[in-house]
């Protein structure tokens, strides 16, 4: 059986149609083929060509405008296609509010508008996005490369908002609101800013929020970038209670934009609110009181802390220089970003947790509760205050020639000669040793954490013989017991532990945690967390010895360098300090003080850098601020 000649059967002025199989012209006459009443006539060949070209040019343009929609325009359909499933509608929710003690709010939420780009909205054609970047240019005064660089890293199918200009002031909102129509893709946003009052008096507590950046967007995804967030201070600290939740309703529609059904819808949730132990007034008091004294000296940089001893909440606390938190909250610019950060006294920096300094003779209660529990001396002991001590060629001399003094006199004028003799040992006297010393210290907190409930905490230092070998590579000295016995040297503190410290004296001897938060409640004021006072140690030493170093203290304040605060309502108990800064004769000024002497109800811890002496810088500092605080 062989198949035709598709050549000779063209030839033919008949087509034969047969059901099954052609044969060639001699068989096909011999066999039964069933005719049809059909007569077509052939395609010469030049046709057939002609029509096998229209086709191929056909499926080449086919696969042409199919590869450029592949190449060039995959992004556009791929946004219209995703458009066209789902949108996302964001309702922005307010941080919480933070209310000192008596719920006074220090921090509000100022509603304001942003430009924000949707980037599944906005055109994918290269004319239209020049025209835009060239419209928003010069409706925002703004140079063409800045906006163009905001649209190389965002997410092209997104519908979460991506901030163009944030905080608009009212020139800027009109002039938007008239070209908005000619922004395809971009929205005014109503959004939500801080403003805190007083800014500068809360600023080193509360911190100050700023934009969210790029990875915390990435590690959180309920984060949008036009969120702010806590950058320092408690709003650092209570991020995830302070933080509301946005809200979203998700939206079918259509590739035109035309929105359709509501898929789901989630309302917008305001964060939880903070209430502190903070006392405002007291906040403001002790704030203007520091900066007077600050302006008097012509100095810069202090700390204080106020604490209620039987809480550990923290009352009050400062740090200067002072900074408005206020000035992160809209758009910072280059003049005022560079003012703030560039400041070489550092107005960032809360030197009330955070700055580490020689303690002076504010360690000296301490060492003495350890020489009275380890027997070194009792309270009847008494020390020839003879104004110096030779150890060899070395010569340690005290502020001046005291004479006999017991322990409650070796406090209350703060005689260096007594604490030398009781801490590195003199004549009969064998001294607690580096090594005590360190035990005691760090029993009260020292060159510890408290863990208050802040960042930017650091833990100060109690040297001894094997730090000094390990970190300076010396051997240890006698003068180096010296040194630490009077709160110089290499020991440093932070003025929060000191003031923890004190707190633990006043309290007989319960070393607590410092808060500042004492609850946190819903946006609607329903209680969440309540933080109850939490102790880190207590009865680490006996009830005698606390109650000889308190009477000691007291008498500080009635016939010694506290002698300005004599006066003050329920008296008090308190040492003062200066501190050598190793910075020729300049020394830092502290005092720390507890009152009502009988039952405490603060603690109040005051440091100036470079400030002098401690009895006439520091002191009268605490002394207005308690007087005024008990008055009230």
Request: net charge neutral; hydrophobic share 40%; aromatic share 10%.
């Amino acid at each position: 059986m062989k198949f035709f000649n598709r050549k000779k059967i063209f030839k033919k002025t008949e087509y034969l149609e047969v059901d099954e199989i052609f044969f060639d012209q001699h068989q096909l006459s011999q066999s039964e083929v069933k005719w049809k009443n059909k007569i077509e006539y052939p395609l010469s060949e030049r046709n057939l060509y002609f029509l096998g070209g229209v086709v191929f040019i056909f499926l080449a343009l086919v696969a042409l405008r199919s590869g450029y929609f592949s190449l060039f325009r995959n992004e556009y359909f791929l946004a219209k296609a995703e458009s066209n499933y789902i949108k996302e509608i964001w309702e922005f929710s307010p941080r919480g509010v933070i209310y000192d003690s008596k719920l006074k709010p220090l921090v509000e939420n100022q509603s304001v508008f942003n430009l924000v780009a949707i980037p599944a909205e906005l055109p994918r054609d290269r004319a239209v996005q020049e025209k835009i970047i060239k419209n928003l240019s010069q409706i925002l005064s703004q140079d063409e490369y800045e906006i163009k660089s905001i649209f190389e890293n965002i997410d092209r199918f997104s519908f979460r908002p991506v901030p163009i200009l944030e905080d608009l002031n009212r020139d800027e909102l009109l002039a938007i609101k008239s070209k908005l129509e000619d922004l395809p893709g971009f929205r005014l946003e109503y959004n939500f800013k801080r403003n805190y009052f007083l800014g500068s008096v809360y600023s080193h507590i509360l911190g100050y929020t700023g934009k969210v950046s790029s990875a915390d967007v990435k590690g959180e995804s309920d984060y949008l970038l036009t969120d702010s967030v806590g950058k320092n201070g408690l709003e650092y600290q209570y991020e995830k209670f302070l933080r509301g939740k946005h809200g979203v309703t998700l939206m079918e529609a259509r590739a035109r934009g035309e929105t359709r059904d509501v898929i789901s819808s989630k309302p917008a949730q305001a964060g939880n609110n903070l209430i502190l132990f903070l006392d405002a007034e007291l906040q403001q008091k002790l704030t203007e009181t520091m900066a007077s004294t600050l302006s008097s000296i012509g100095q810069t940089k202090a700390a204080a802390v106020a604490i209620d001893p039987k809480s550990g909440g923290i009352l009050a606390l400062q740090s200067f220089p002072l900074f408005n938190g206020n000035a992160f909250g809209g758009r910072l610019s280059q003049e005022s970003y560079d003012k703030i950060f560039g400041d070489k006294n550092q107005p960032l920096f809360n030197r009330a947790v955070g700055g580490l300094y020689p303690p002076g003779s504010t360690v000296k209660p301490f060492l003495g509760i350890g020489a009275l529990q380890e027997g070194i001396v009792s309270d009847k002991t008494i020390i020839n205050d003879t104004g110096s001590i030779a150890v060899g060629d070395q010569i340690f001399r005290g502020w001046t020639t005291l004479g006999p003094v017991d322990i409650y006199k070796a406090i209350a004028v703060s005689s260096n000669i007594f604490f030398y003799t009781v801490g590195g040992g003199f004549g009969n006297i064998k001294g607690l040793g580096p090594e005590k010393i360190g035990e005691y210290l760090k029993k009260f907190g020292f060159a510890s954490l408290t863990n208050i409930d802040l960042p930017g905490e650091r833990a100060g230092l109690v040297p001894d013989p094997k730090w000094k070998r390990q970190v300076k590579k010396e051997s240890w000295f006698t003068g180096d017991t010296y040194n630490i016995s009077i709160g110089q040297g290499d020991i440093q503190a932070t003025p929060l532990q000191l003031a923890m410290a004190t707190a633990a004296i006043a309290n007989n001897g319960v070393l607590l945690k410092p808060r500042l938060v004492k609850s946190v409640t819903d946006f609607q004021g329903q209680p969440i967390l309540n933080i109850e006072p939490e102790i880190v140690k207590k009865d680490f030493v006996d009830f005698k010895s606390l109650s000889i170093i308190r009477e000691a203290m007291h008498q500080t304040i009635t016939d010694g360098s506290g002698r300005a605060l004599a006066k003050i309502a329920g008296s008090a108990g308190g040492k003062t300090g200066t501190a050598q800064t190793g910075i020729g004769d300049n020394t830092h000024a502290w005092f720390t003080v507890f009152a009502p002497y009988d039952n405490p109800r603060i603690v109040l811890t005051v440091m100036v850098e470079n400030g002098g002496e401690g009895s006439s810088v520091a002191v009268p500092i605490v002394r207005d601020v308690l007087e005024w605080y008990l008055a009230r």
